[in-house]
């Protein structure tokens, strides 16, 4: 018998084609678990190369064996005339046909069935699928800077590129008599398709500058357009040969060009702008560069540290680089933002102000310490600093923003509301507008109106995870937790940061899954160990769990231990006040809950959030009736009571009567 005919008659053949489809239906249920389960990134590669080296082993193993009546024998002690293999054939064959049946509606639902909408049962309400249309009405002294292209065969010279490009447009944005759109919204556009009028019209520019460089040995050729988007037509363009030390007069020039094409009459301190620069040394200027690079990626700890030190450098080759101490200020910000570390706080002050020595006129630095303030909860140094930056520059979406948020977390809601409609007026194109004033109409409330603001975030930045993390967090604060949940994974699956494990953590806690809602939640005080809040979450799944005790009041005391320090630098945070009462309530001291609750009330008494927290606290404390008042009162104030009715914390209270009908009051 051929050895062709053996393998056949052993059905090495058809355990071939059974493993294929097999393999193939586990590496898609493998992708879909990994995006439901807590597991690492690298999980599929390591099912693809598991299924890889059981290949030769699985074809081994059917030459080798038979699977009889009496159990798996070797092939050569069953005798060749039974009916065994043949038998072991038919059975592999429906096995073949069942899951290549399997594999083929796998396919036809994943091209065919589309993707959840971002909004579930959006059909059911008008309001939900309404959008807000800017008026994207260009002004003609207007222009946006998009990223420069690295031509170089290398590919390695990206930094220089875009820090280029940033550059052309920082320095434009210091004319008054020029609307530059801002950096966030012109460089979300690399890597897309070019359409410059669809881009000119969502950053509410009438121009459009782009342009490349190519670097071959020392020598650097940059090309630069400027184009009309309302004609798509050009209206300037140049291609320059220099080396890298000309960069600083290529700069000016382009400068001079764009202000001469679009014909603006220059006041002197305008026109002096555009021949001052940082630094001459050359040197100092790529490290600042390349610190910029790093400042541009997903902030992590490496980035940041990355940053930090090229800045360093540029400061040892030039002490007094003040662009290089604004990136150290921007470094130390970022950190803070995300550690909330008393030393990142004093690194990032110091910084700034240091800028502000050198350079009195700074709008980026006052908004950048406006945001700092604001972090710490020092609203009046904040408000102080974002109203001299827009004293210096009127088009100032982002300081109008963070003017915003001040008087958000001041209670002062309409004053909050006109600031972000402001932002939007400013930058109509820009997806952190709407997002913000998305967010400000949730914290209010307005979930429904939230919606419409969400969803003009996602489409200005589909790709924005961000903008998703906040839409899912409107679904879930109206009850949709399956549709929250879904549109976070989204957003974990872009990047997967600390805000996306904590949203999917509080959607798997309101539905009752405790033990992912711990998982999720471990991951998210990995990325971020100082948040307090997410290790109090963290203690909150840990006591639903059974035998978990322990570990609940070690979260619990972190948690007190890290609020502490925050609250040390702004004693006056009702919502961090009253969430130091949940804490404490939950590890046994509910004097110290009281008393923080009382000072939390006092600030804020109408806050949903601080009745929201006394009424956990009260039925800790056994207190039903304290309880339910507090609850009709976070209800009344603008907390869903659907969330209410799905929050574990509140278990004791869902029989009651005067509890069920908290509805009513939304």
């Excluded at 839409?471 to 009850?479: D, E, I, R």
């Excluded at 059974?546 to 609940?552: D, I």
Aim: glycine letters at 4%; hydrophobic letters at 40%.
């Amino acid at each position: 018998m051929s050895f062709y005919s053996e393998l056949k008659r052993r059905n090495v053949f058809r355990v071939m084609v059974l493993y294929v489809i097999a393999s193939w239906v586990i590496l898609q249920a493998a992708d879909v678990l990994a995006d439901i389960l807590p597991v690492p990134e690298w999980t599929a590669s390591l099912v693809f190369l598991l299924l890889l080296l059981g290949f030769p082993l699985v074809l081994i193993f059917s030459w080798v064996y038979e699977i009889t009546p009496e159990g798996i024998k070797l092939e050569r002690s069953v005798e060749r005339e039974h009916s065994i293999t043949h038998q072991t054939g038919r059975r592999i064959e429906i096995l073949i046909a069942f899951l290549a049946a399997a594999a083929i509606l796998i396919v036809i639902v994943d091209r065919l069935v589309p993707e959840r909408p971002y909004i579930a049962d959006s059909t059911a309400d008008p309001a939900i699928t309404e959008r807000v249309e800017p008026p994207l009405q260009a002004d003609d002294n207007s222009i946006a800077v998009l990223p420069f292209l690295d031509m170089s065969e290398s590919g390695d010279q990206v930094y220089f590129s875009d820090g280029l490009a940033e550059e052309l447009l920082n320095l434009l944005a210091k004319l008054p008599e020029l609307k530059v759109a801002s950096r966030t919204s012109s460089f979300s556009f690399r890597d897309k398709p070019i359409d410059l009028p669809a881009i000119a019209r969502q950053l509410g520019v009438r121009y459009v500058l782009e342009g490349s460089i190519r670097k071959q040995r020392d020598h650097y050729r940059v090309t630069v357009q400027m184009i009309d988007a309302s004609t798509n037509f050009h209206k300037w363009s140049e291609t320059y040969d220099t080396r890298q030390e000309n960069i600083f007069a290529i700069q000016d020039d382009i400068a001079r060009k764009v202000v001469s094409a679009l014909q603006l009459l220059l006041s002197s301190e305008s026109d002096d702008l555009l021949s001052k620069h940082s630094t001459e040394n050359i040197e100092a200027f790529e490290a600042y560069l390349k610190g910029r690079n790093y400042l541009r990626q997903p902030a992590t700890a490496e980035t940041l540290e990355a940053a930090e030190s090229f800045f360093k450098n540029a400061l040892e080759i030039d002490p007094r680089y003040v662009d290089a101490f604004g990136g150290l200020c921007d470094t130390h910000l970022e950190r803070y933002e995300r550690s909330f570390e008393t030393s990142s706080f004093e690194q990032a002050e110091r910084a700034c102000n240091r800028v502000l020595t050198l350079q009195s006129r700074s709008p980026d630095t006052l908004i950048a310490l406006g945001h700092l303030y604001r972090l710490s909860g020092q609203h009046s140094r904040a408000e102080e600093n974002y109203r001299k930056a827009i004293a210096m520059k009127t088009s100032a979406a982002d300081a109008y923003d963070g003017l915003a948020k001040t008087f958000e977390a001041q209670n002062l809601a309409e004053d909050a509301r006109d600031a972000y409609q402001k932002a939007i007026d400013l930058q109509p194109g820009f997806w952190r507008g709407y997002l913000s004033m998305g967010n400000f109409l949730f914290n209010t409330g307005e979930s429904q109106e939230a919606i419409s603001y969400m969803r003009q975030a996602v489409d200005l930045s589909p790709g924005n995870p961000r903008a998703l993390n906040s839409l899912g967090t409107v679904l879930y604060m109206t009850g949709d937790f399956a549709g929250a949940r879904t549109t976070w994974y989204r957003s974990l699956r872009i990047q997967p940061t600390p805000i996306a494990y904590s949203n999917l953590a509080t959607a798997s806690f309101f539905l009752q899954d405790f033990e992912q809602a711990a998982a999720f939640y471990r991951r998210a005080t990995e990325l971020t160990p100082n948040d307090h809040q997410l290790w109090g979450a963290l203690g909150d799944a840990y006591r639903f769990m059974p035998g978990k005790e322990q570990q609940a009041n070690a979260s619990y005391e972190k948690a007190i231990g890290l609020v502490k320090e925050f609250l040390a630098l702004n004693p006056d945070d009702a919502y961090s006040l009253a969430m130091l009462a949940h804490y404490y309530s939950n590890t046994g001291r509910g004097l110290e809950a009281e008393s923080q609750l009382a000072r939390a009330t006092q600030l804020a008494p109408n806050n949903m959030y601080v009745h929201y927290y006394a009424a956990l606290v009260a039925i800790r404390a056994d207190q039903t009736e304290a309880a339910i008042g507090h609850a009709e009162e976070a209800v009344r104030e603008g907390y869903p009571a659907q969330l209410l009715a799905a929050d574990a914390g509140f278990s004791k209270l869902f029989s009651h009567e005067r509890f069920k009908s908290l509805s009513k009051l939304n």
